[in-house]
């Protein structure tokens, strides 16, 4: 049972313009969601993260969004620059769990390329 | 060192030999997990220790799975009596502690069983 879902395997998207990389989850639990950027041949890198009790977080760049409701959240790179070409994993962590103490449950990740 | 190192960065083996990954987290972070990715998969937990202590060793696949830490330093996870479905690869994280949610990954080690 998939608990965090990226139904995009790939999504490619013109360099300057916006490219957004939707998740989605089913345990109602979860209160904490990342993104994670990972190269080939490389770890994940942290990218951003949202409490549930906010349902936007800017940083630079890089906004996700979360719609409690929906159980739904979404990361948007604008404008989109070919260094963003990377996989990009959504995750999601329950408080309850003491922060990290069940790990992150990882979507399967979206491969992001940005064409010139 | 800067980040979360783990070694050997490849490893072949065959089936039914035991291999040991070690990982060496990020100074100070007292929280330490393991993960594996099988290939066009999503990150799977498989454990973490908070200090030296690994509190849930639930998550681990098979009871050929085991994993140590010393300290608050160097973890290493051995498999023993590997099997093909063992291939994917053993990424590690660290973070400052239990509470923290971010998690700093290290490049991970591919293992393939032949």
């Known amino acids: 049972d998939q608990q965090v879902k990226q139904n995009s395997p790939s999504l490619s998207v013109q360099e300057g313009r916006i490219s957004i990389l939707n998740c989605d989850y089913t345990n109602s639990m979860f209160d904490y969601f990342l993104w994670y950027k990972k190269y080939p041949a490389e770890g994940p890198t942290f990218l951003i993260s949202?409490?549930?009790?906010?349902d936007k977080n800017e940083d630079g760049r890089f906004t996700v969004f979360l719609n409690k409701s929906a159980k739904h959240l979404s990361l948007h790179i604008v404008p989109s620059q070919p260094g963003d070409s990377a996989v990009y994993f959504c995750a999601a962590s329950a408080s309850n769990s003491g922060g990290g103490a069940d790990g992150l449950t990882f979507g399967k990740g979206t491969h992001l390329i940005i064409q010139p | 060192g800067a980040g979360v190192s783990q070694s050997p960065s490849n490893k072949v083996t065959e089936k039914g030999k035991d291999v040991e990954l070690r990982c060496d987290p990020i100074?100070?972070?007292?929280?330490l997990y393991w993960y594996r990715q099988r290939l066009g998969q999503g990150l799977e937990f498989l454990i973490y220790f908070q200090g030296n202590s690994a509190p849930d060793k639930s998550g681990l696949p098979s009871d050929r799975f085991s994993a140590e830490r010393t300290g608050e330093s160097v973890s290493t996870l051995t498999i023993q009596r590997t099997q093909q479905e063992d291939s994917a690869v053993y990424l590690c994280?660290?973070?400052?502690?239990?509470?923290?949610?971010?998690?700093?990954f290290g490049p991970g080690t591919r293992l393939t069983v032949t």
């Open positions: 100074s100070g972070h007292t929280a």
């Open positions: 994280a660290s973070s400052r502690d239990i509470a923290a949610y971010e998690q700093y």
């Open positions: 949202i409490s549930s009790i906010k």
